[in-house]
């Protein structure tokens, strides 16, 4: 059977200071783009780390400039420091992967045209382009200022075929379906959230959500999670086609996971009950020919049923309405990193 050495980064931010801090009253726009070179300067220290061990592949945790912290209170500054695909940020990571001579999925915002992407970026071991993922599921607060992506994709490499689902992508277990179905064998989840998208005191939700996803859907899954703010929350971690943790990092220092396994894909076992009373060794190939894809047509509806039950929520659209969210955002946020009290009786997805 062919190894295969999947390594995720498990990465905290510099902290912002009064000047960085977009929600401090003495921000300053050259004390943000230094901070962020720092992030970034962390985040290919750590790939260097990684690179030592001889990884086939290198997953970095979410947005490795920490942009997303600039988002509410500064778009424009976001705009302004986005980066296009090829350019700074990647040129340095080509180079990177084809000096450790393994691949690299990064994940930080793109620019094309008008519109900003939150992107993972995949190179090759040569330090090649391989292709890219632009997230499609986005929660409210960063649709003002990213643009979802619109295909689901799954990309060919010597190591299997590799999908993407980025932060909360992972809640809709369509998304990692979709990569199931178009043949994905890995699928890399950095993220900074951990859990549900509704309020829970269990950080267990997160593990599981990678375990069960990598599972159901049969495919190895790389999680690498940033490292919270206040102390350790979730963890990095590979997870095996059969729903094991293979090897993880929960701690609140920067690290990197490493695992060697074994690329089982079709998980093969044929001397298990269902492989007997069907005929097929295939675990994943059961799963494959055993769907009824006629009984599930409300997952594609338009308006399935459980809309009726929603029709008059009133989901925030009007720009108005969005401008007083944004302030009381922004309120929040600055409350979080003071460490006062705020309105919000959670916030940890």
Same mark, same amino acid.
């Given at each position: 059977?062919?190894?295969?050495?999947? @390594? =995720?980064?498990?990465t905290g931010?510099e902290?912002?200071?009064?000047?960085s801090?977009p929600? !401090?009253k003495?921000?300053d726009r050259?004390?943000?783009?230094?901070?962020?070179?720092?992030?970034?300067? %962390?985040?290919?220290?750590?790939?260097?780390?990684a690179?030592?061990?001889?990884p086939d592949?290198? #997953?970095?945790?979410? &947005?490795?400039?920490n942009?997303m912290?600039?988002?509410?209170?500064?778009?424009d500054? *976001?705009?302004?420091?986005?980066?296009?695909?090829?350019? /700074?940020? !990647?040129?340095?990571?080509?180079?990177? @992967?084809?000096t450790?001579?393994m691949?690299?999925?990064a994940s930080y915002?793109? %620019?094309?045209g008008?519109?900003i992407y !939150?992107t993972v970026?995949?190179?090759?071991?040569?330090g090649? #382009?391989?292709g890219?993922y632009?997230? $499609?599921?986005?929660p409210?607060h960063?649709k003002w200022t990213?643009?979802? +992506?619109r295909?689901?994709?799954v990309m060919?490499?010597e190591i299997?075929?590799?999908? $993407?689902?980025i932060?909360?992508?992972?809640?809709?277990?369509?998304h990692c379906?979709?990569?199931?179905m178009k +043949?994905?064998?890995?699928?890399?989840y950095?993220?900074?959230g951990?859990?549900?998208t509704y &309020?829970?005191?269990?950080c267990n939700m997160?593990?599981?959500? $990678?375990r069960?996803?990598? &599972?159901?859907n049969?495919?190895f899954?790389?999680?690498a999670k940033?490292?919270?703010?206040?102390g350790?929350?979730?963890?990095?971690c590979v997870v095996s086609p059969?729903?094991?943790i293979?090897?993880e990092?929960?701690?609140n220092?920067?690290?990197v *996971? $490493?695992?060697?396994?074994?690329?089982?894909?079709?998980i093969?076992? /044929?001397k298990h009950?269902?492989?007997?009373?069907?005929?097929?060794?295939s675990?994943?190939a059961?799963y494959a020919?055993?769907? *009824? /894809? !006629?009984?599930?047509a409300?997952?594609?509806a338009?308006?399935p @049923?459980l809309m009726?039950?929603?029709?008059g929520? /009133?989901f =925030?659209v009007?720009s108005?309405?969005?401008e007083?969210?944004?302030?009381h955002?922004?309120?929040?946020? %600055?409350?979080?990193?003071?460490?006062?009290?705020?309105f919000?009786e959670?916030?940890?997805?």
């Open positions: 059977m062919k190894m295969i050495k999947l @390594a =995720a980064l498990r931010f902290p912002a200071d009064e000047f801090n929600y !401090s003495r921000f050259a004390a943000a783009y230094d901070l962020m070179e720092k992030n970034r300067l %962390r985040t290919f220290g750590l790939l260097c780390e690179g030592k061990t001889k592949l290198a #997953l970095t945790s979410i &947005s490795i400039d942009m912290m600039y988002g509410q209170p500064c778009p500054l *976001v705009a302004r420091a986005v980066e296009t695909i090829p350019g /700074p940020t !990647s040129d340095r990571l080509s180079e990177l @992967a084809k450790f001579e691949m690299i999925a915002n793109e %620019r094309d008008d519109d !939150s970026v995949l190179f090759g071991k040569k090649e #382009l391989i890219k632009r997230k $499609v599921h986005l409210a960063e990213v643009t979802p +992506g295909e689901i994709n060919k490499t299997g075929n590799i999908g $993407v689902a932060c909360h992508d992972i809640a809709f277990p369509e379906r979709t990569l199931a +043949g994905a064998d890995i699928i890399l950095p993220t900074d951990w859990g549900a &309020s829970t005191a269990d997160g593990e599981a959500l $990678v069960i996803r990598a &599972s159901e049969a495919c899954l790389v999680a940033t490292i919270p703010y206040g350790p929350g979730g963890k990095s059969r729903g094991a293979l090897a990092n929960a701690g220092k920067d690290g *996971v $490493v695992a060697e396994c074994g690329a089982d894909f079709d093969t076992e /044929p009950h269902f492989a007997f009373t069907s005929g097929a060794d675990a994943r059961r020919v055993e769907r *009824v /894809p !006629s009984a599930y409300e997952l594609t338009r308006v @049923a009726e039950r929603y029709a929520v /009133p =925030a009007e108005e309405k969005i007083e969210i944004k302030r955002e922004i309120e929040f946020q %600055r409350a979080m990193y003071d460490k006062k009290p705020h919000l959670s916030y940890h997805w």
